[in-house]
């Protein structure tokens, strides 16, 4: 594939998470951080998330599990993954956040456990987003081309 | 008082008593509060002030309730003592008199009120009055029982004393736990916690006190009780004993009377008694010792009719002769006629009775025929005396004994009374006191009989004797005890009281006794019914009053109690309010960020002109929506007294910029001209609270924005008070115009040619400014800020509620302009909190003029660490630099020379630009001070052909125009508003730059710049990041943050402006890494961590900091090892995706120095870090 073509579609795709509202901004933002003094910055911080948001996920599956729920852990876990989502520009994950610690706050497991799951989902989507998209710029990459700035 | 009391009682004060009592009667007439419950408590709400009078009422309570205690005391000893002197007196009525008139005396003085003075003379007097009495006291047992009562009133008055002071202490106890409660609600507590439990303990604090009450109450009913049934007693035991009194009095005179009468009627018959002796012994005499008799009939009987006189009580006396009955034929053959019997039964008349039909007498030893007798009697001559059987028992006792002898006694012959018959025996010879009763027999030869009429003899006594009426007597022979006989007197009729006394009238074995009885019932015990009655109605009104009294303390301290929890529940609605508004508030925020967030994010993606425009729309209005409820958090913090003021340095200049570029767009839409203007005597940093500051002067400005339609102007000027007072030659020349706004030509000499108002009116009315008061303190300065707007006005009807919540001019404005209403009112709060006053004058089309003081402190340059010094780089080459400011409005050109000078340039002003060219050409040829380097023109001076005339001027002018040390000077155009035709001004290079009003000190800088940079004109929008990676650069930061996602973007971030980025994961970690010294420039901090969250760890570093400035301070640690960092303060800003402006108070609270919203935007990184780093 020429490296022009593989350009052009990874501009489409990137495109295409911004606007199914994925990513937002932040990404984008993450992106302009990154350098040629600090050349994996993104990876880097995606993976990070990617690490923590499995472990507090993990954590909420467990949590949420106990027969008496304890909510104040629960709402940290989540204000945690919300946190690192928000950073990360992970949109999607952030809003499913949102709904979540409400749910929290109303103590109520039953919405928490659907809410884990959908923030489960979310999450598994916008890793196998990323995870696309990191191929896509590893192939540019690879094919000597250079990856293309979005604004 | 109590010593007064005491000795009171101990002087025996019942006229003083009664002095007291009159007056307290007059008093509780007057006033029912007797109690001291006089509706003092709190009728004071202020809260503040309560503590101090509610312990000062206390006071006044409880020496009102001790005097009210006492005086009780003293009108229950009083009255005892009162009715006890009274009934003690009564027997003596000279006693009483004088107590009466020593009662008169006091209330014919008029002593009803009392002072010690009067006191002491009345119980003085008292004293003498008592002095006397025992004098007087005639009766023992009066006095015994006076004493008596006196012990008892003492014992009463201890125990009296001793209940009412328990009451009175238990409620007093009760009132001062109940307002000891009071200072605990006057620190309003920021824990809402706390808060609830103090209003838990308030509700609890009453409810006790009250309890506590009513059981004193109770008590003082209980004691209320006792004292009616006691006065009761009293009253009962008064009537008795002056009824018994009564009784014995009246038995008394009985008794005298009785014996008087007895005494007289003995004493009576004694005389007649010794007459009728005297005349047997005159027959012995006469008719037996001489021979022959010397007397007969005629002469004994005209001698007994003239002694009668001697004998009143006598009917008769008469002569029997003793005649054997060996001598009767002899005796009735010498004295011609028989011997009689006496017949008995014989009722007829004296008149009818004929002794020669009467029977003779049957054969006898002995006989007594009457041979003399008084001519009343004369009928019973001849009879036998021997025959009557009373009469001869009666010869035979007189003939033993010698003595005189009465019969019982027994209808008299022949008249129908009743009588005694006395008999004396007439002997031959004078017989020897001791002579045997046989021997007087035998010596006897006659006897001598009187009859007594008893009627007439009592009768004829009790007339002697006055008060017949009064009483009844019976007179009785009681020698038979079982059957008396009634002598004299009608029959018994039982009136209750009866008085025997014996008579003794001379005859041993006869016993007579006299009855005497009150003809009439006893008439009703009024003096003792008057006086217990009395007694008792007083006692019981005094009960009625006192339970009034009891009644109405207990009603007020229930509605006190009420009072009090209804205020209570106010306040807690109060809090409850606060609490609400500040919840809903924060509930609002939280929503409104996302939906600003969004809407921010909204504008960033591609819309088209139209969705864009609604996106706007919206986020405007989220925008407006913030700030209302702002204000309303801020009206509800500033009504419950919470809002604090911050004491920090800043400047004020840069203050009003932001005003002014906060409406700076605004102004261009409308095409009003804005304006600042700062005197120069107004110190560059001051102390006060900026952002509460700006917000005065926001509101205003806000206000004459909204009202501002047409053209006009609005006019912001900064003055110290003590400037309005300077002689007017020496006057600033911004307020000089203000004094005389005069019209120049066409136009107004204001700000835009538009009349206003004048604007010194507006601060007329200030106290502060009108007292000379020179003598503050050398650091407090006063500022005068005035306002000034071409507006609409405020109708006259309006102004006087234009600082009232939620109230605009009229209801149509809020329609209008929309709004609140409330910002005017936060206004005057904030500027009372400053210390200052805020006034107005407006006229309905001129326009209105807004003034305020305040008090703020004068700040030192070098206080001001944190001033924003970006600007420095450019302002340092215009320092000393010359402008010409060509405007033909003087105000607006000082306007501009103002902004001029902050930035160290010197200026001139032209007022037309003919007068610019002189100038210019003095300029060049005099050049004595330092070139002029820029010309400044009002776009309504602007003349085409005179600018190019200047420009030619300038180049010639100028000698050395063209080289690159003397620059030529630059030509500003000053606009309010950029139109094309100017920018083609300014692309014709027909001038340099083109100043937008309205003026601010960032917008000169940048057009400056631009002008004497020529070559840096297009990295404009690039400054900025260029200008973070300059000032990030190579500094130590701290991030904090448990995220480590976070962490590593805000590091990336961070790190691509050149910071060196260390990280941890915890405010513990954070604390131990800022302990100062250290390397770190500033540091990041996320808010919400576990364990220690953001505001802790930040209070905890700033401790840190405080002891380790202490320590340099003391020396402890040596200065120059640190660089000049002291006092040591590391910058922290937060990091939160919650950027609204409770969260951004907290910050700044626990020490922080500012924030950034996460994620990090550039702008506003830049913002906030730029106060921290200096430009290099």
Redesign the interface.
């Known amino acids: 594939m020429e490296v022009s073509e593989m350009q052009r579609q990874f501009v489409e795709y990137s495109q295409s998470l911004f606007r199914e509202g994925y990513l937002?901004?932040?990404f984008t933002?993450?992106q302009?951080?990154?350098?040629e003094?600090?050349p994996d910055?993104v990876m880097?911080?995606v993976t990070?998330?990617f690490?923590?948001s499995e472990r507090l996920i993990r954590d909420l599956t467990c949590a949420l599990d106990q027969q008496i729920v304890d909510f104040k852990t629960v709402d940290?876990h989540v204000?945690?993954l919300k946190?690192?989502?928000?950073?990360?520009?992970a949109q999607r994950v952030k809003n499913a956040c949102v709904e979540f610690r409400n749910f929290c706050e109303e103590q109520n497991a039953d919405a928490c456990r659907a809410c884990l799951q959908q923030v489960n989902q979310e999450y598994f989507l916008v890793k196998s987003k990323l995870q696309t998209l990191f191929t896509m710029e590893q192939q540019i990459v690879a094919a000597g081309g250079s990856i293309p700035i979005m604004d | 008082m109590v010593f007064l009391a005491v000795a009171g009682v101990f002087l025996k004060p019942s006229s003083v008593v009664l002095s007291v009592y009159a007056r307290i009667w007059v008093k509780m007439s007057l006033n029912c509060n007797l109690f001291g419950s006089d509706g003092r408590f709190p009728s004071n709400f202020k809260l503040k002030k309560v503590k101090d009078q509610m312990h000062g009422s206390t006071g006044v309570w409880k020496w009102k309730g001790k005097i009210s205690t006492l005086l009780l005391v003293a009108i229950v000893v009083g009255l005892i003592w009162f009715f006890y002197g009274l009934s003690c007196s009564l027997p003596n009525a000279k006693n009483k008199s004088l107590f009466l008139s020593n009662i008169r005396n006091l209330f014919s003085r008029g002593h009803f009120s009392f002072s010690q003075h009067q006191l002491s003379a009345l119980s003085g007097q008292d004293g003498i009055t008592r002095s006397k009495k025992p004098d007087d006291h005639a009766d023992d047992s009066c006095k015994s029982v006076c004493f008596w009562s006196e012990k008892t009133c003492l014992w009463l008055l201890t125990m009296m004393m001793a209940m009412i002071l328990r009451a009175s202490l238990l409620r007093s106890e009760a009132w001062s736990k109940q307002h000891l409660s009071l200072p605990w609600r006057l620190n309003p507590q920021p824990q809402q916690l706390q808060e609830q439990q103090q209003q838990l303990i308030q509700y609890k604090l009453p409810l006790q006190a009250q309890s506590q009450a009513k059981s004193a109450t109770k008590w003082l009913k209980k004691l209320l009780f006792v004292f009616v049934a006691l006065m009761l007693l009293v009253s009962i035991w008064l009537f008795h004993h002056i009824y018994q009194d009564t009784a014995l009095r009246r038995k008394e005179t009985l008794a005298n009377m009785c014996d008087e009468r007895a005494r007289m009627l003995q004493d009576q018959f004694n005389v007649s008694l010794n007459h009728v002796h005297a005349l047997a012994i005159l027959v012995s005499t006469f008719h037996h010792g001489k021979y022959p008799s010397a007397m007969d009939q005629k002469t004994f009987g005209e001698y007994t009719e003239r002694t009668a006189f001697e004998r009143p009580l006598t009917s008769g006396v008469a002569y029997a002769l003793k005649v054997t009955h060996s001598e009767r034929e002899q005796f009735e053959k010498q004295q011609g006629w028989t011997i009689k019997k006496m017949e008995h039964g014989d009722q007829t008349l004296v008149q009818d009775f004929d002794p020669a039909k009467m029977a003779p007498a049957p054969i006898q030893d002995e006989y007594a025929p009457v041979i003399f007798c008084q001519r009343t009697v004369a009928h019973i001559v001849s009879i036998d005396m021997m025959s009557g059987k009373e009469d001869r028992d009666n010869i035979l006792r007189a003939r033993a004994t010698g003595k005189g002898v009465l019969t019982s006694p027994f209808k008299l012959l022949k008249s129908n009374h009743l009588g005694v018959v006395l008999t004396f025996a007439v002997y031959e010879r004078d017989l020897p006191p001791d002579a045997t009763p046989e021997q007087r027999i035998a010596a006897t030869v006659g006897y001598l009989g009187a009859s007594y009429d008893l009627r007439s003899l009592v009768e004829k006594i009790l007339q002697q004797l006055a008060s017949k009426q009064t009483i009844v007597v019976n007179v009785y022979d009681t020698t038979n005890m079982s059957a008396p006989i009634n002598m004299y007197g009608s029959d018994v009729v039982d009136t209750g009281l009866l008085h025997v006394s014996s008579l003794d009238f001379g005859d041993p074995s006869r016993k007579h006794e006299m009855h005497c009885r009150f003809k009439h019932k006893p008439p009703p015990p009024w003096m003792a019914i008057m006086s217990a009655g009395g007694l008792l109605i007083i006692s019981l009104l005094i009960g009625h009053i006192f339970h009034a009294a009891i009644n109405r303390i207990d009603k007020v301290e229930e509605d006190y109690r009420k009072m009090m929890e209804l205020k209570a529940r106010a306040e807690a609605a109060d809090v409850a309010k606060s609490q609400f508004l500040a919840t809903v508030s924060h509930e609002i925020r939280t929503p409104m960020n996302g939906v600003l967030g969004m809407l921010q994010m909204l504008m960033d993606t591609d819309l088209d002109p139209d969705q864009e425009d609604y996106a706007k729309t919206a986020h405007a209005s989220g925008k407006d929506l913030i700030s209302i409820i702002n204000e309303v958090l801020d009206q509800a913090k500033i009504e419950s007294g919470r809002l604090e003021l911050e004491e920090v340095p800043f400047d004020l200049r840069a203050v009003l910029d932001n005003v002014v570029s906060l409406f700076s767009g605004k102004s261009r839409e409308k095409e009003i001209e804005l304006a600042v203007y700062v005197s120069g005597q107004v110190p560059e940093i001051i102390v006060g609270d900026p952002g509460r500051f700006r917000q005065i002067i926001a509101n205003l400005v806000g206000n004459s924005v909204k009202f501002t339609n047409d053209k006009g102007h609005i006019f912001v000027s900064v003055h110290l008070a003590d400037e309005v007072r300077a002689p007017s030659d020496m006057m600033d020349e911004v307020l000089k115009q203000g004094l005389n706004a005069s019209k120049d030509g066409s136009e107004w000499n204001t700000l835009s040619g538009f009349p206003i108002v004048d604007r010194w009116k507006s601060w007329a009315g200030f106290k502060q400014l009108s007292n000379k008061d020179p003598i503050e303190k050398s650091e407090m300065i006063k500022l005068l800020v005035t306002v000034e707007d071409t507006g609409e006005g405020i109708p006259q009807d309006a102004q006087r509620r234009i600082f009232t919540p939620f109230m605009q001019a009229d209801s149509s404005t809020s329609r209008h302009y929309g709004g609140t209403g409330i910002g005017l009112s936060i206004s005057k709060c904030l500027v009372d909190l400053m210390g200052g006053e805020i006034g107005f004058m407006s006229e309905c089309g001129v326009g209105s003029t807004f003034s305020f003081t305040a008090v703020l402190m004068r700040g030192e340059l070098g206080s001001h660490d944190l001033k924003c010094r970006i600007y420095e780089e450019s302002t340092s080459e215009l320092k000393g630099l010359r402008a010409l400011v060509v405007d033909k409005r003087r105000v607006r050109a000082e306007v501009t020379r103002y902004h001029l000078q902050r930035l160290g340039i010197f200026v001139d002003i032209a007022s037309s630009l003919r007068a610019a060219c002189l100038v210019v050409s003095n300029n060049s040829t005099t050049s004595s001070s330092a070139p002029l380097s820029m010309v400044l023109i009002d776009k309504e001076v602007w003349e085409r052909e005179h600018i190019i005339e200047i420009r030619d001027l300038l180049k010639d002018a100028m000698p050395n125009s063209g080289t690159d040390s003397f620059p030529p000077p630059k030509l500003f155009l000053l606009a309010t508003s950029c139109s094309p035709e100017r920018n083609q001004l300014k692309s014709s290079h027909m001038v340099d730059g083109i100043l937008t009003k309205p003026l601010k000190l960032s917008i000169l800088t940048g057009c400056f710049h631009e002008a004497f940079s020529n070559g840096r004109k297009r990295q404009v929008n690039r400054e900025k990041p260029a200008a973070l990676g300059n000032l990030l650069k190579g500094k130590q930061i701290l991030v904090v943050d448990d995220n480590a996602v976070n962490r590593k973007v805000a590091e990336g971030a961070l790190k691509k402006y050149g910071a060196v980025v260390t990280c941890v994961d915890s405010g513990k970690a954070a604390v131990k890494k800022l302990n100062p010294p250290h390397n770190f420039d500033a540091c990041f901090m996320d808010l919400q961590m576990p364990e220690m969250d953001g505001f802790e760890a930040t209070r905890k570093i700033r401790d840190k900091e405080a002891e380790f400035n202490e320590k340099i301070d003391s020396g402890e640690v040596p200065l120059e090892t640190l660089g000049n960092t002291s006092p040591w303060h590391t910058p922290i800003l937060a990091m939160t995706a919650d950027v609204v402006q409770a969260t951004n108070e907290e910050c700044m609270k626990c020490g922080m120095d500012g924030y950034v919203s996460k994620p990090f935007e550039e702008e506003q990184l830049y913002s906030a870090v730029a106060c921290f780093f200096e430009l290099r």
């Open positions: 937002d901004s932040q933002q993450l302009q951080l990154q350098d003094s600090n910055f880097e911080v990070l998330f690490e923590d940290a204000h945690q946190g690192s989502s928000s950073s990360i520009g």
